[in-house]
C-alpha cells in the first residue's frame, strides 16, 4: 500500500494557494483580450480576499474555544466567505465561456469572444440544439 504524503502545516498550505492564485493573475493578465485579462484579474483578487478571509476565519476558530456564540460571531464573515466563493465560481464560468467561445470563433468567424447579449452561448454550442 502506498503512503500518503505528509500534509504541509496549514500557514505552508496558505502559501501555495496564494502563490497559485498569483500565478492564475499572471495568466490572466497575459490574455491577449483587454477584457479577458482583466476579468481574470478581478477573480484573482477575489480569490485572494477570499483566502485571507478563510485564513482569519480558521485562525480565529483555533484560538477560541468553540462554543455556540464564537460561531454566531463568525456567521457574517462565514457569509461573507461564502458569497466571495461564489463570485469566483462565476467569474470562473464567464472565463471558461468565453475560451470556448474564443475557440470557436477561430473555427466559425463571427461567433462574438464574450457571451452575447441575452448572455447565452451560440446556437452551434448549446446542447439543446
Known amino acids: ?3 500518503n504524503p505528509p500534509v504541509p502545516e496549514l500557514p505552508d498550505l496558505h502559501s501555495r494557494r496564494l502563490q497559485r492564485i498569483r500565478e492564475y493573475q499572471a ?3 497575459e490574455k ?7 476579468i481574470g484579474s478581478i477573480n484573482a483578487e477575489m480569490m485572494q480576499i477570499q483566502a485571507m478571509l478563510g485564513e482569519s476565519i480558521v485562525a ?3 484560538e477560541e474555544t468553540r462554543t455556540f ?3 454566531q460571531t463568525l456567521e457574517k464573515p462565514i457569509e461573507m466567505h461564502q458569497r466571495i ?3 469566483v465560481e462565476r467569474y470562473v464560468r464567464v472565463e471558461r465561456q ?3 467561445q474564443t475557440e470557436a470563433s477561430k473555427f466559425q468567424p463571427g461567433i462574438p469572444a464574450f ?3 441575452d448572455h447565452s452561448l451560440p446556437k452551434s454550442e448549446n446542447l439543446a440544439d
Open 85 to 87: 466563493a461564489r463570485q
Open 32 to 38: 491577449d483580450d483587454p477584457l479577458a485579462a482583466c
Open 27 to 29: 495568466n490572466a493578465l
Open 1 to 3: 500500500m502506498k503512503d
Open 98 to 100: 468565453q475560451e470556448r
Open 69 to 71: 456564540e464564537l460561531f
Open 115 to 117: 457571451p452575447t447579449k
Open 60 to 62: 480565529e476558530l483555533k
